[in-house]
């Protein structure tokens, strides 16, 4: 909630914080480290703690000419793109298969996951992005 409200301009980040003084609110402050604004998203936001609890470098909502604006970019290569219910409607599979295309055309690699993946199989996500990111794939 916090980071639709930061994307939205509803509040900012140092408003809360002022809000926030003295120890019995260090947990709720840590939890303001994590916000940055960029997620258009809940699950996004989920994604990003993902990524980045992996130490792995994450860029959010990046336009990438030719391609468009993706949710991540892992390592400035593999475009993550995180799917809801409105990526399986036909006018909108078609527009995405054009985009994976368009991204491996310009030398990225691409993965799709949608909210359940991770939601329960964040693991396998991990796993699945770091062999893109070591280069490899682990049969």
Do not use: C
Request: proline share 3%; aromatic share 8%; net charge neutral.
């Amino acid at each position: 909630m916090t980071e639709s409200a930061v994307r939205q301009g509803v509040t900012t980040l140092p408003y809360l914080r002022a809000r926030l003084p003295g120890n019995r609110n260090g947990a709720a402050r840590k939890v303001l480290d994590l916000v940055d604004g960029t997620a258009d998203s809940a699950i996004e936001v989920v994604a990003r703690l993902i990524f980045r609890s992996e130490g792995i470098y994450t860029e959010t909502q990046v336009e990438l000419e030719g391609i468009g604006i993706v949710d991540f970019l892992l390592e400035g290569f593999l475009i993550v793109e995180i799917d809801g219910s409105t990526h399986l409607e036909p006018r909108q599979v078609k527009k995405d298969r054009k985009r994976n295309n368009a991204g491996t055309l310009n030398g990225y690699a691409v993965l799709r996951y949608g909210y359940a993946e991770v939601v329960y199989h964040p693991e396998r996500i991990i796993s699945e992005v770091w062999q893109v990111l070591r280069g490899r794939v682990v049969r």
